[in-house]
């Protein structure tokens, strides 16, 4: 068994010897840079995309806020009587607290 | 270390100069493990390609420069693993057609001791790829490592992040498996 062992280890050391470190082609290194350069485009570009879908939302949005959701607040009065209207009419009332509420004129 | 710590820190804050030395320095080892993971030279400079990209993208989340090394060789075993799966050939094939193109250019050369010298060369790479012919991907590429690149058992505890104990066994088995091929061939 050891035998066998040290075959194949020796089997080893020869396919490391077997197989040297071969030269890059001339060409490797414009090739990386190309499809690094590719790589970088095609991230920048969907990042670009990504941005300008974001950008599109939040104009959309914007403008739905401001024609559609502010309005529509802004024209419901949050109290129906003045504040003057309010004291006069707990002064004169106990139910004070109704004239808030539009019950009292 | 190939290079200097400094040289790789500049690479990862984005000097592409400074990864262009980083490169030169490393290329020739790493395409020399490449070939002997994947056993086809004619592919060799395409996945050192594609190693060197994906550590250019990935030099930021490196830790330390101290690192480097095991996460090369991280990146390395990658894309070697995934040129094996997208292949989905048997290395062993493969060899014999290298084998054969090999002996043809020996052939052709003039020389007869060349000729020999390569035979010979060609033979025991055909016969240490069919050996390994008889593990997973996995553990040929990790055998690989251990016995041919002479990497140590901490060295590939980085670079596969797992502990030494794990590995030890797993090479045990994939070691045991192919030599009992390789006892069977002896026969």
Known sequence: ?105 | MLVEFELIERARRGDDAAFNQVVQAYRKRILGTIARLIGRPEDVDDVGQEVFLRLYFSLDQLRAPEVFEPWLYRLTVNAAYDYLRRQKRRPETRMSDLSEQQVMMADAAAGGKFQTEETRRAKIRERVQSLLGHVSEEDRILLTLKEVEGLSLKELEQVYKVNENALKVRLFRARQRVLKAFESEEK
């Open chain 1, 1 to 105: 068994m050891n035998n066998m062992d040290d075959k194949l280890q020796s089997l080893w050391t020869e396919y490391r010897e077997a197989c040297p470190d071969p030269d890059a082609s001339p060409d490797f290194m414009p090739e990386m840079w190309r499809r690094i350069d590719a790589r970088r485009q095609s991230a920048t570009s969907w990042f670009r995309r990504w941005a300008e879908v974001c950008v599109v939302a939040a104009i959309t949005a914007a403008l739905v806020m401001s024609t559609v959701v502010i309005p529509s607040y802004l024209r419901q009065p949050v109290y129906e009587a003045s504040y003057v209207d309010v004291l006069n009419a707990a002064e004169t009332s106990a139910d004070g607290m109704a004239v808030l509420v539009g019950d009292i004129e």
